[in-house]
Each structure stands twice: as structure tokens, then as C-alpha cells.
T-cell receptor, first 114, second 113 residues
Framework: DSGVTQTPKHLITATGQRVTLRCSPR?????VYWYQQSLDQGLQFLIQ???????AKGNILERFSAQQFPDLHSELNLSSLELGDSALYFC?????????????FGPGTRLTVT | QQQVKQSPQSLIVQKGGISIINCAYE??????FPWYQQFPGKGPALLIA?????SEKKEGRFTISFNKSAKQFSLHIMDSQPGDSATYFC????????????FGTGTLLAVQP
């Protein structure tokens, strides 16, 4: 158990809908990362938050957004969903924004768009 | 443009054999190279990591070999066991304001008993 929790575990929704994925980092970790894992794109970095502020952006679509709340949990919002958004979404956390600390991954949320 | 290339895509090894997975990177600013192990239904977990100031790092049966001039690094699993069957990802990052990881495409390892 990495100490990172993600809910829900599975999500099935229709095209055009909007969903919210939730992540709680390990106790004491200030940095949260979101990654997307799909068969054709592999594991791709989406976005990072550190202590409530956006720190880095990767290949994140404009239809996707995220935020980190004062209690440090984070939410990834996916809107106008398309079939191609079906993937595993992982959240990871680390103590700081940089410094090459280990990133601890949660169990993921499997999103299926029908 | 993919910045970390990983091979092979899949690998079958007999129990007790050596598993070797290779990665190559393009960005010379990368200065941290971790390997992650992922079992089905689980998130990736850090296995071992290396910085470019050393050419090799060993932890138990797992060894990373690093060739800075060739911009390549590899994972060696000695005495491979069926419990090592998983997907392995190499990754790279650069120190700075963010610790984001750039992952390779993954290698599915199957260790046959």
C-alpha cells in the first residue's frame, strides 16, 4: 500500500459527459502528479500541483483540468469526454516539487467512456 | 516526440535466467533515471533509481547500468523469478522546479517456471 488513495476505482460514463477523479496524497506529501496510462500512449504525465499551486503541465487536453485543495487532496476534472479518453488515470505524490524524491502511485481510476 | 525509448516491448525468460531491459534518452538535461515495476491492477512502484554520476547501481537481484556518453541505461534482473513477472517502465526526470517523470513505453516480462 503506497498510502495514496484514489476514488473511484472504476468509472463508466458516456461520451460528452463530465467526471471528477479524486486523489488523496500520502500524509506529509505536498506534491501531487496526475498521469494517464493507455495502451497506445503508455504512461503520460498530465499535470503537477505543489501545495495548492500548479507546478508543471504535460500533455493535458484543454478539456481536462485539475486543482489541489487546502487539505492537499487533488481532483482531476475531465469534460466533454470522448472514447479516446478511456484509460487508467494515476495519481502520485511526493514530499516536494523537485529534488528527485520517490513518487508514490495510487491504485488508479479506470475510466471507460462508451 | 518520445523522449525515452524502451525495448523490448515484451520479454520471456526462464526461471533463474537474466532479464535485460534497455532504455535510451534524448534530453541531456535528465539527471535522474528510475525504474518502476507495475503488477496488473496496481499502480507503478519504484524499483531502483540511478543518477548519472555513477555507472552502475545494484539492489539485491536488480542492477541498473548507465552509459552517459551513449545516453542509455538498462535494468538487469538476475536469477529471475516467476514473482518478477510484471510490466517494467524506465523513466527520466530533470532536477528543478518539478519532478515530473517521462516514462518509456514499458516492457511486459514473463518469467516461466
Amino acid at each position: 500500500d503506497s498510502g495514496v488513495t484514489q476514488t473511484p476505482k472504476h468509472l463508466i460514463t458516456a461520451t460528452g459527459q463530465r467526471v471528477t477523479l479524486r486523489c488523496s496524497p500520502r500524509s506529509g506529501d505536498l506534491s501531487v502528479y496526475w498521469y494517464q496510462q493507455s495502451l497506445d500512449q503508455g504512461l503520460q504525465f498530465l499535470i503537477q500541483y505543489y501545495n495548492g499551486e500548479e507546478r508543471a503541465k504535460g500533455n493535458i487536453l484543454e478539456r481536462f483540468s485539475a486543482q489541489q485543495f487546502p487539505d492537499l487532496h487533488s481532483e482531476l476534472n475531465l469534460s466533454s469526454l470522448e472514447l479516446g479518453d478511456s484509460a487508467l488515470y494515476f495519481c502520485a505524490s511526493s514530499p516536494t516539487a523537485g529534488g528527485h524524491y520517490e513518487q508514490y502511485f495510487g491504485p488508479g481510476t479506470r475510466l471507460t467512456v462508451t | 516526440q518520445q523522449q525515452v525509448k524502451q525495448s523490448p516491448q515484451s520479454l520471456i525468460v526462464q526461471k533463474g535466467g537474466i532479464s535485460i531491459i534497455n532504455c535510451a534518452y534524448e534530453n541531456t538535461a535528465f539527471d535522474y533515471f528510475p525504474w518502476y515495476q507495475q503488477f496488473p491492477g496496481k499502480g507503478p512502484a519504484l524499483l531502483i533509481a540511478i543518477r548519472p554520476d555513477v555507472s552502475e547501481k545494484k539492489e539485491g537481484r536488480f542492477t541498473i547500468s548507465f552509459n552517459k556518453s551513449a545516453k542509455q541505461f538498462s535494468l538487469h534482473i538476475m536469477d529471475s523469478q516467476p514473482g518478477d513477472s510484471a510490466t517494467y517502465f524506465c523513466a527520466a526526470s530533470r532536477d528543478g522546479a518539478t519532478n515530473k517523470l517521462i516514462f518509456g513505453t514499458g516492457t511486459l516480462l514473463a518469467v516461466q517456471p
